[in-house]
């Protein structure tokens, strides 16, 4: 009578068991549930509603007016080719972003080196207050805090060439080859 019951107990066990990995599956979606067939079309279908009308597009804003109504601030150009704020130093902040004003000497060469490579050449660094020399490693008598030095690249023109071509306008050079760049002061 024992093992009767005890089978009994494991039976009925075993069906809750399956009927709760069944019920479980189906709430995880594990086991696909029952789909009830599509119910059947009785309306006739509507035809597409026509696309709402095009607005036309708002005229462009005339030339030289800024979105906002205020006159467009037009780069200082220190030379042909070049805006001081090209010079700006690039620091996060420490200082107004002219520490020192670019030396015309060195606006001047560079603008000869530009028109040498006939290309443009890019500034990466131009002047640089205390802190942002420190932070790029560069040195404590470094030119570029007296406006007196830069550094820069021409897209396309090898180093060699870009520094060979910054001496014969009246250049000091320091060209780092393997960066890409020449450094460059008076």
């Known amino acids: ?18 009927a709760g990995i ?19 079309q009785t309306e006739a279908p509507k035809p597409p509603e026509p696309p709402p009308e095009a607005t036309p597009p708002e005229p462009p804003e005339p030339p030289g007016q800024p979105e906002s109504g205020a006159l467009e601030k037009q780069p200082i150009m220190v030379s042909e ?13 420490y200082c ?6 670019p030396q015309p000497g060195l606006v ?10 006939g290309a443009p050449v ?3 660094s131009g002047v640089r207050c205390e802190e ?10 470094s030119f570029h805090k007296r406006g007196a030095a830069a550094d820069l690249y021409s897209p396309g023109v090898p180093v060699g060439t870009l520094a060979a071509l910054a001496k014969d306008c009246g250049l000091n050079v ?3 080859y393997s960066s890409g760049y020449v450094h460059v002061e008076i």
């Open 132 to 141: 942002r020399n420190e932070e790029v490693g560069g040195v404590a008598w």
């Open 1 to 18: 009578m024992k093992t009767i019951r005890k089978r009994t107990v494991l039976l009925i066990l075993a069906a809750l068991t399956a």
């Open 122 to 124: 890019i500034i990466t």
């Open 174 to 176: 320091l060209p780092y």
């Open 96 to 101: 107004d972003g002219f520490p020192a004003e």
């Open 81 to 93: 080719h070049f805006a001081r704020d090209e010079y700006r130093c690039d620091c996060a902040g």
């Open 22 to 40: 069944l019920y479980f599956a189906r709430e995880l979606n594990w086991a696909p549930a029952r789909q009830n067939p599509p119910p059947a």
């Open 108 to 117: 001047s060469r560079i603008e000869a080196l530009r028109q040498a490579v």
